[in-house]
């Protein structure tokens, strides 16, 4: 059971256009994470959303939470080639102090 | 946010040979996590290394297989015993509790990537 759904899980874009990645589950969650991995590296720590609603900017790119803590989005603006990479949302439903990680979302962005 | 290291950051091994992975961090913390990730894949935790108590595995995951070390705050090992293709991967080590936020932040290393032949 994959209790966090990515989408789309591959993307290939021209630079310029806009991006919305998904993260939805089942379950809820009190804080969701967004990394982002280049090929070669780990995974660095993008944004953390805690609250139900809450909107984060991180240049380009937008973060949000839904409502019910359930869901969360990634919106890329204006998409760059620096921009590509793997995409991985990551929360903890349980409180047990492990991750879970979606998918992953493959993003290429053509010059 | 911390430096965290891996080594060795790539290698090439014979099957039925164990490779052991190390990671070390410049800081003291609590929680260290050991991952396994097939290129362009996501992340597959393996195991939580406790510090002074054996290593948490996940479904799937043995410790005759998988050995852990957590000697102290700042570095642990992972083994890959009697390797076989199949363990080709890249093995990625993660830190929390460096954030001083109490949201589940975890920091990587830069990972392992293991072929087996």
């Known amino acids: 059971t994959q209790l966090l759904e990515q989408s789309p899980q591959f993307l290939s874009i021209q630079e310029g256009e806009n991006l919305t990645v998904y993260c939805n589950s089942s379950?809820?969650?009190?804080?969701l994470q967004w990394y982002r991995q280049e090929p070669g590296e780990g995974p660095v720590l993008l944004v953390t959303v805690v609250t139900g609603g809450e909107v984060k900017k991180l240049k380009r790119l937008t973060f949000q939470f839904g409502d019910a803590r359930k869901d969360s989005s990634l919106h890329i603006t204006a998409a760059q080639p620096g921009d590509t990479g793997l995409y991985l949302c990551a929360g903890d439903p349980g409180n047990t102090g492990k991750l879970i990680f979606g998918q992953g979302t493959t993003l290429q962005v053509k010059p | 946010s911390a430096v965290i290291s891996q080594k060795p950051s790539r290698d090439i091994c014979q099957r039925g040979t164990s490779l052991t992975i190390q990671c070390q961090v410049d800081?003291?913390?609590?929680?260290m996590f050991w991952y396994r990730q097939q290129p362009g894949q996501s992340l597959t935790l393996i195991a939580t290394?406790?510090?002074?108590?054996?290593?948490?595995?996940e479904s799937g995951f043995v410790i005759d297989k998988f050995p852990i070390s957590r000697p102290n705050l700042t570095f642990s090992t992972l083994t890959v015993s009697n390797m076989s293709p199949e363990d080709s991967s890249i093995y990625l080590c993660?830190?929390?509790?460096?954030?001083?936020?109490?949201?589940?932040?975890?920091?990587f290393g830069p990972g392992t990537r293991l072929t087996v032949l």
């Open positions: 290394a406790n510090q002074g108590s054996e290593a948490t595995y």
């Open positions: 993660s830190v929390e509790g460096i954030s001083g936020r109490d949201y589940n932040e975890q920091f």
């Open positions: 800081s003291q913390v609590t929680m």
């Open positions: 379950s809820v969650f009190s804080s």
